[in-house]
């Protein structure tokens, strides 16, 4: 099958690129544009826009090795029956969760807000999980969806650094998988916090996972497709 080493902290690593898998974590509309999720917070949301980049010169380097692409949203039902009422009140109450927003409610399933950038609109066929938490483990079938296709390690990208690409990123090491962070396919709304976020995952040899530039990679992704290595994910019929 086909291998690559991956230069990443604490140390370069050996990646079966039929065991990988890339998700995409949360580059909705909804954190990225203005009258979003993120802006109603108050923050300034062109501070997540480097990190779009990065991420669609990944995206297409996986999809034409043939990697398993996902991608996540968070959001809730239109009823808000899924949304813990102490992250629903936070804040000012015309830009709560569920409030009418630019983009439609705010953080809703199904609204515009809620759905993914246009950059990195996900394929048909590309899982989408839709998660009402900040970790795209909890109350999803994320895990069994790895399992089922043999996945063990992870390329992890999106927003924001410290909160849903953290929590996802410690919720896999729990479970056995292996996380890469690609560093420059990640933003924060505070910049402090995404240097703060990598440095946590890779400290003490790595005891959430690695941290890595994805230039590299997309690199070493590129040539293994055009030597035609597509990997071969076995899944019982």
């Known amino acids: 099958m086909p291998r690559l080493t991956v230069e990443a ?15 995409i974590i949360d580059m909705q509309r909804d954190f990225l544009e203005p009258g979003g999720f993120g802006a109603a917070l108050g923050n300034d949301v062109s501070l997540l826009r480097p990190a779009v980049a990065p991420c669609r010169a990944m995206l297409d380097a996986a999809r034409r090795l043939g990697m398993l692409v996902i991608h996540t949203r968070e959001g809730h039902r239109p009823d808000l029956s899924d949304a813990p009422p102490l992250k629903v009140e936070r804040g000012d ?13 705010i953080l809703i399933r199904g609204e515009p807000g809620h759905d993914i950038i246009a950059e990195l609109y996900p394929l048909a066929g590309e ?30 990208a999106g927003v924001t650094t410290e909160v849903c690409v953290n929590t996802t990123v410690r919720e896999a090491n729990d479970r056995g998988f292996r996380c890469i962070v690609l560093a420059d396919c990640c933003a924060s709304y505070f910049p402090e916090f995404h240097r703060a976020g990598l440095a946590m995952i890779k400290a003490q040899g790595g005891i959430f996972g690695s941290v890595a530039p994805s230039t590299p990679l997309v690199a070493a992704l590129t040539e293994l497709a055009a030597r035609g290595a597509t990997p071969l994910r076995a899944v019982s019929a």
């Open 127 to 156: 899982p989408v999980i839709d998660k009402p938490g900040k970790g795209a483990f909890y109350q999803t079938d994320l895990e069994l969806m790895l399992r089922n296709r043999g996945i063990d390690t992870l390329f992890v």
């Open 93 to 105: 109450p015309r830009h709560r969760i569920g409030a009418r927003g630019p983009m439609g409610r």
């Open 9 to 23: 902290e604490p140390a370069p690593l050996c990646v079966d690129s039929a065991a990988a898998a890339l998700i």
